[in-house]
Each structure stands twice: as structure tokens, then as C-alpha cells.
């Protein structure tokens, strides 16, 4: 901790600023607390990040998703301010200096500290994973040891979505000695990729030094793509469990479950953690809660702290190597005063304990399901329909709606037992509070909305019980796309496989090998088409899985993101590379801008598609046909571009918005019909207006259309409203409970499906003519940022089942019927 300096923040939104604890690329770390006397500490991230639109939109997103992980050996995210004018990011404050600070002031750690170490870190990523993110940049400098175990930080904070960027002056993200070969080389990286990452932070534990070294950042990487780990000075048997971690292949590396195991047999909860670190370092933690106390005792972190800590401690108090902590010295016979002392004592009474063996579980015999091995891929598991809990009725207009209960299929199992469940964000606090409270004062809040929806009714149905339900993989945040009474999906493990909509119990067929990207396969000249490694579009026959073609566009362009396809053509979103060589030709320079690229299946061409600066970095959503590429801009319009590579706008139209989110389009009979602050239809080859309605109260968040009727969901109160196609009259408005707004609605057969606003909670079923809440189905497993993916096949009308994806699991639910 160092002093705060005139120039630094005093408030950082709640948090009253007391002292500085460091600084990275991002930003500075400071020591804050709140009206409670709440200690955390605030990252705020730097002025001229900030000032970027991208970076904002990267960082709010983060800060959602890092809010979903909660455990035990994680620091965790307690609040945040990513829209305001300085961004911050507020997590618990762990007492201990990190694995990088200790292993240089006092040297590598025991092997049973060590052990400990690992074990306390593989059920950080659990939680991380369970929360469905990758954490990407796991390192020495991103682990704090404190005296009730070992801490994860920064997880999943400011990163780009594979791991790996370019920036415009050619700069890599992350740290080559601790990279995974995945990010070495640019491809996407998994939650296998954190286990890698692991075996080089528990060797450096171990040796005080990475299992691979270079003299400059390109042989670092070269190094871990191709070179072997120097394990020579690691004990047996941590030389295998990091051998094992280190393995270049993502599926030969063993799950976080296992490393585990192999780390604390007994499991990591029953280590005895009070006597898990050197004495050295425990003194060390005692001098950090002394300092911590000092300040609590001055007040203002801005003048005295450093005085009075000399004058009392002794100038000769900083940390160097050394064991003893008598009652009145620190480490190398360093006097402290006789409160400091105490402190010491209190956090190093430990109690013994002896070294246990060490046995590394049997590795998967299929490593693709590493990551669930209690249950992922078992043909034992496929094919048992389980049966979700049920919600209570629906509350009536008098009575706020009551949570669906939480009971998970999979209660009581190892998995379960684990602290994984995310800590509510703020969000969801105010949202319970709100509810709490009743409609009445809702209403007061929200003001009137001038509608007749009546309040959220109760369903009144029960929801119908799967036709079947098949346990996978960790899915993709993408909905299923049909083909010929099958239905296609991916994993984040990359494996596209098929189910048949009327007994899905086992696929069909799997075929392994493609990217993470969290898009739907496309239908494109009759192929399945998916993204490969780099630049490669993989197609695979839509009836058996063998694939057909691997083509590769090269290594000027990485493609991340499928957006669409229509006859040979798929449009992708992606980096294209410029490289430049230095004048003496020792170094290559390599610059990369996101694209759009029209990518000609049949010529093998990638072609960009010119879009406007404003668009650049946007989440795009666009609706794709022959000749139109549709989307909301940057400047909130409805555009339409050509897809004959020139990327002309062919048409535009001006929207009122209130929000920063942009929905989905979609198209009926050659109309687009577009949401934001008002829902508008728009002639699709003309761009000539239509019609327009006006929504006051906070307008909508997505839109979806079926036969003759237009749907959008609502901000204020959640709900759904329904209009007539052609004229835009309001045909009815369904007041709903709490809605994941940022879930696009469904719409087939005879009903609309919308998400809940907590997953756990499942999604809800209304009559599309009627407006009648129908049911709720929820199979009470809160996933953390995983939500619900529905998707019905339109084209076969409601004899075919709505496909509802959740995590690992997959339903079949028979479609309502009017």
C-alpha cells in the first residue's frame, strides 16, 4: 500500500479512497471503503481507455460477466460504474501480497504449499467456468495469498473475447510466459486453456521461475506453441500434474475437477489452510493488516500513514527473506511494535498438520468431456427426462411475483456441494427490492403506462413435462438452427452435433473440431457451415456430420463471428491483417482492423464489405437475404447495404432511441420491422416508411414476427405487446414478471416465448393471439451468465417442439396449442 497523491481520486462512486495499491495497463488499483467501513479495492480504468466507445462497450460487458462468478477462492466483484466518467470496478479486498511478490521477496513455496496452491486455484476456475467464462490471463501477478487460502483476481476483467488482440499498434494482450498455445497462435481459447495457464503458475510456485523461457516475447511464444516445459527442478508428483496441465492439446489436458483431486485428494475445502503458507509469508500478510489498521487509525489516506509507520516500525522494515517471528521481530530480526506483533500472532496460529499423498485421478478416456466428467457424454445420461421444478402460481396484481425454487436436478452431487452459486449483482438486488415491495409501489415508480394489460396475472397453466432432454457439453449462447426434423448445436468444447426433434436422447451424429464462436451454425447450399481455427469455414453434411469441406482463407484474416449466408456466400465479421517489414527485415509489423468480410464459398475469396467508421466495433445483428444486408447502425438508424462487396447503402432510415442496445431486425412478407425507443416497418426494397408506433415508457428491447403479427418485448413494465403487421394497430399488451431483456424473443406456432430475468427462474409461455400467460417452465438452475437459447422450426408448424437450451441441458417442449 502506498500513499494516495493529490492528484488522485478522493470518491470513486460510494468508496472513499485511502490508499494506492498498484497499477497495470489498464489502470490504477486503490483501497476504498464505503459508509459501512466495507474495505475493497477499486480498479479505475485509465482516462484515454475510456474516452473509447468499443473499449466501454467491452468493459460493461466484462463487469455483467465477472459479476456472475462467486467462490470461495475468487475475489469477487461487489460493485461497479462502467458509464460513468471515470469506469470503475470495486472487489473484495484480500489481505496478502500476490504468488509474484511472494516468490521474489521470500523464494519458490513448499511443495505442500504448493499442492494447497493448486487445489485452491483449480476450484477458482470451476467457479470462473461455472459462470461461463474463460478467464484468459491467469498469473502469478493474479493471485493473492492470504492466510485462509489462495485468491483469483481479475478474472475475466477488460479482455478480448478470445484472449488474443491485435491492437492497431500491433501490441499482444496478455503474458507470453504464461500464455496457453491457443493464445500464442490466435486461436480461440477455452476453459482448457485456463488449465494450461495453471501448470505454468504452479511451476513458477514451485521453482520461482516460468516453464518456459525466452529472450524476447516472440521466442517466449514460439516456446510455448512448440517447446518443452522445464519441469527438471519440480518434486515429484508435481512434476506430472503440471505435466499433464501443460499438454499442447486442449483435450489431452485434464478438467479443473481433477486437478483438484490430484492436488487435495481430501478435497480443497477440508485442507487445513492456517498452516498452508511459510512462515515468511504469513508475517508478511501481518504486516499488511497492521498497515491496514494504521490507516483506519489515521483517517485520511493522504498524509502521515508512511510517517508513522517508519516511526513506529522502523525504517528497516521492508520485506526480505527470512523464517522467525519471535514475540517482538519480524523477518531478519526486525523490531516491530508490540501491536503488530499481536496481529502477527493472530494470523499465524496455525494448527499442525502432516503431508498427504497425492494420487492423479484416471484421466478421461474421451477428452472432449473433461470439463463435466461426472456426467457429460455418458450414454448412461442421455435419454432420462428429468423433471424441472415447478414454480408457485403466478402472483396476482396485488401480489409481487415470487421466485421460482431453486432445486437443481443434479442436488446433492460433488458439483453441487461446491460454493459456485454467483453473488447477486446490484441489479438484482434492486430488482428483489423493487419486488418486494408490491406492484403498488412499482406502479408508483414506473408512472402510469397508459396501458390495459391489467398486471402480471398468474399462468394459468402448468408447464408440460419434456418429451425428452438430453445432458451435453457446456452449449454455446446460440439457439438451435433445423434441419429436416433434426436440430443443430454447438458446444463450447467446439463439437457441432445434431438431435432429432422427436427423440433427441443421443445425437445423431458429432462432428469435432470447430471454433467457440458464439453464433448458430448456417444452412448454406445445403451444407452445415461453421467457423474452424483462424480463417477457416468449415461445411459439414447436414444428414450425417462427415464433413465436406475445410477451407482456409489464409493468414490475413482471422474470422470470429458468423453473421449469415445466402447461396455460396456466408458474411462474416472478423480481422483483416496488414504486415509490414521493418527496413532491415528483422521484424515483421502487424496492424489488424475488424471487418465485414463476404466470403465466396465457391472461389474461395474473402472480400470486405465497407461499413461506416461508426459501425466498427459493433455488436452487429443484422438481417441477411440476396441483395440486402439490414442492421442497426451506429447512429441508431435502420440501414440496408448491398452484398455485392461494394457494400453500398441502398437505404436508410432514422429511429428514435433511448438506449444504448441495439435489437435484431427481422423480416415479414419483404418488411423490416425494427425496435428500439419505437417499432417501425419499413418496405424492404425501398426503405419507404410504413408505419411507426411511439412507445413512451422506455420503450422496447427486441422484436420477432410470425403469420400476421409483430411482438416486442417492454422496458417499462416488462411485458410483451403485440401488433398488427400491416397497419400497426395494438392488438394486446401482457405485463409480464422481470425479463432478460437482452434475450431476443421467440415467436412460432401459437404462442411467444420470452426469458426470465434470473435464468433460474426459466422462461414463460403466452398465447399469441390472446396475450394469456400460459406457464412458466424453469428447471431452478441458476447458471450464471448462461441463459435460456429457445428456437422453434417455423416452416413445420407447431407439430414440431420448441428446443429450450440451458447450459449443459437440452428440452423438448410440445408447443401450446390455441
Known sequence: MKPLRPTDPEQLGPYRTIARLGAGGMGEVFLAKDDRQQTVAV????????????????????????????GTYTASVVDADPDGPVPWLATTHILGPTLADAVKAYGPLPQRSVLALGAGLAEALIAVHSAGLVHRDLKPSNVLLSAEGPRVIDFGIVRATDGYELTLSGVLLGSPRYMCPEQATGDPMGPAGDVFCLGSV?????????????????????QVVHGTPDLTRVQEPLDTIIGFCLEKSPGARPSPDRVSAACAPGGADALDWYD???????????????????????????????????????????????????????????????????????????RPS?????????????????????????????????????????????????????????????????????????????????????????????GSNGRSGGGVAAPSGTAP??????????????????????????TQSGALFSL????????????????????????????????????????????????????????????????????????????RFDREGTPDGAQESVTSTNVVLGTDLGSRLASVIPISAQDIGLDLKPVIDASHF???????????????????????????????????????????????????????????LRWRVREENGGFASVAAAEDTVYCTTRNP????????????????????????????????????????????????????RGELLWNFTDGRDTGINDWQLSCDLGAGSDHPLIAQHFDRVYALPMPHS
Open 43 to 70: 480498479k479505475v480504468i485509465r482516462p484515454e481507455l475510456a474516452s473509447g466507445r468499443a473499449f466501454r462497450n467491452r468493459f460493461r460487458r466484462e463487469v455483467d460477466a465477472a459479476r456472475a462468478v462467486s
Open 276 to 350: 498452508w503458507l511459510p512462515e515468511a509469508v504469513l508475517d508478511s500478510i501481518g504486516r499488511q493488516a497492521a498497515a491496514l489498521m494504521d490507516l483506519d487509525l489515521g483517517g485520511d489516506g493522504r498524509t502521515g500513514v508512511r510517517e508513522r509507520e517508519a516511526a513506529r516500525v522502523g525504517a528497516t522494515a521492508a520485506p526480505g527473506p527470512g523464517s522467525g517471528s519471535g514475540s517482538g521481530s519480524g523477518p531478519g530480526g526486525v523490531r516491530v511494535g508490540p501491536r503488530l506483533a499481536a496481529v502477527q500472532r493472530l494470523i499465524t496460529e496455525r
Open 500 to 575: 432429432g426433434v422427436t427423440d433427441g436422447t443421443s445425437p445423431r451424429w458429432t462432428y469435432r473440431g470447430i471454433s467457440q464462436s458464439p453464433t448458430p451454425p448456417l444452412l448454406v447450399s445445403d451444407a452445415v457451415v461453421a467457423l474452424g481455427t483462424g480463417a477457416t469455414v468449415i461445411g459439414v453434411d447436414p444428414a450425417t456430420g462427415v464433413e465436406r469441406y475445410s477451407l482456409d482463407f489464409g493468414t490475413d484474416f482471422r474470422f470470429d463471428t458468423l453473421l449469415g449466408g445466402v447461396g455460396d456466400t456466408v458474411t462474416i465479421i472478423g480481422l
Open 465 to 490: 413435462e419434456p418429451l425428452w432432454t438430453y445432458r451435453s457439453d457446456p452449449l454455446v449462447q446460440a439457439p438451435a438452427v433445423f434441419y429436416n426434423e433434426t436440430a443443430l448445436l454447438k
Open 202 to 222: 504452479l511451476a513458477y510456485a514451485a521453482t520461482g521461475k516460468s516453464p518456459f523461457d525466452g529472450s524476447s516475447a516472440a521466442t517466449l511464444l514460439y
Open 354 to 446: 502432516g503431508p498427504h499423498p497425492v494420487v492423479f485421478p484416471e484421466h478421461p478416456e474421451h477428452p472432449e468431456h473433461a470439463g463435466h466428467p461426472e456426467h457429460a457424454g455418458h450414454p448412461e445420461n442421455a435419454g432420462h427426462p428429468e423433471s424441472p421444478a415447478r414454480p408457485k402460481p403466478g402472483p396476482t396484481r396485488e401480489q409481487a411475483p415470487a421466485p421460482a425454487p431453486a432445486q437443481s436436478p443434479e442436488r446433492g452431487t460433488h458439483r453441487a456441494r461446491r460454493s459456485l452459486r454467483p453473488a447477486p449483482s446490484r441489479r438484482r438486488i434492486l430488482t428483489a427490492g423493487a419486488l418486494a415491495v408490491g406492484t403498488g409501489l412499482a406502479a408508483l415508480l414506473h
Open 630 to 688: 439490414v442492421y442497426i447502425d451506429g447512429l441508431h438508424r435502420l440501414t440496408a447495404r448491398g452484398t455485392d462487396g461494394r457494400g453500398n447503402v441502398l437505404w436508410s432510415q432514422r429511429m428514435t432511441s433511448d438506449s444504448e442496445t441495439r435489437s435484431a431486425p427481422v423480416v415479414l412478407d419483404k418488411t423490416v420491422f425494427a425496435a428500439d425507443s419505437e417499432l417501425i416497418a419499413v418496405d424492404l426494397e425501398s426503405g419507404a
Open 718 to 769: 416488462h411485458g410483451v405487446e403485440a401488433f398488427d403487421a400491416a397497419t400497426g394497430a395494438r392488438r394486446w399488451f401482457r405485463e409480464t414478471p422481470r425479463l432478460d431483456l437482452e434475450n431476443p424473443l421467440v415467436a412460432g406456432g401459437s404462442a411467444v416465448f420470452v426469458t426470465a430475468e434470473a435464468n433460474k427462474n426459466g422462461f414463460y409461455a403466452i398465447d399469441a393471439r
